[in-house]
C-alpha cells in the first residue's frame, strides 16, 4: 500500500489538488477531489489504484 497525502485548496471555480513528490492537478467539484488526486497519482507513479491510499486535506 503506497500513502499519500493530497492537499485542495480552491482557487476561482475549481479546485486545485498538490500531491508533494507526484504533481499537481485540478477537479471541477469537491465531490471529485479524491478521484482527480488518485488518478493523479496512477498516472504519474504507475502504482495500481487499489494499491493507493489517500489522505485528504482540504485547506
Not at 507526484?22 to 507513479?45: C, F, K, N, P, R
Amino acid at each position: 500500500m503506497a500513502d499519500y497525502t493530497a492537499t485542495a485548496i480552491a482557487e476561482g471555480d475549481h479546485w486545485v489538488i498538490d500531491v508533494p513528490g507526484v504533481g499537481t492537478t485540478q477537479a471541477d467539484s469537491i465531490d471529485d477531489l479524491e478521484e482527480m488526486a488518485l488518478d493523479l497519482i496512477v498516472a504519474m507513479t504507475h502504482t495500481a489504484p487499489e494499491d493507493v491510499h489517500i489522505s485528504l486535506r482540504i485547506v
